[in-house]
Nanobody, 121 residues
């Protein structure tokens, strides 16, 4: 079984910073693309950032220049450094990855449980 666990969320003032972490564990054979998504109240879940196995990154226009995604393959972990946070960044953030496990040998999208980020004064 594969688990993704997020950490690092919380309450921050506008203009502040937070760093989210996601750690994958369990019967992992390989991890391909990793990413972060978010869902604000009353809105659909949206892509925030992704990073491919080769390190190629992709960002939503709304976070370009403020957020940075990175990965540590040795730790099966990836991160989202969020700077210059705005109230509109308030949402539940979910980590995501395409993982091939050693039980089924099938690649599937896996999701974390979500972590709250609140930007407010």
């Amino acid at each position: 079984q594969v688990q993704l666990v997020e950490s690092g969320g919380g309450l921050v003032q506008p203009g502040g910073s937070l760093r989210l972490s996601c750690a994958a564990s369990g019967s992992i054979f390989s991890i391909n693309a990793m990413g972060w998504y978010r869902q604000a109240p009353g809105k659909e879940r949206e892509l925030v950032a992704t990073i491919g196995s080769g390190g190629t990154t992709n960002y939503a226009d709304s976070v370009k220049g403020r957020f940075t995604i990175s990965r540590d393959n040795a730790k099966n972990a990836w991160y989202l450094q969020m700077n210059t946070l705005k109230p509109e960044d308030t949402a539940v953030y979910y980590c995501n990855a395409r993982i091939r496990d050693t039980i089924t040998w099938v690649s599937n999208d896996r999701w974390g449980q979500g972590i709250q980020v609140t930007v407010s004064s």
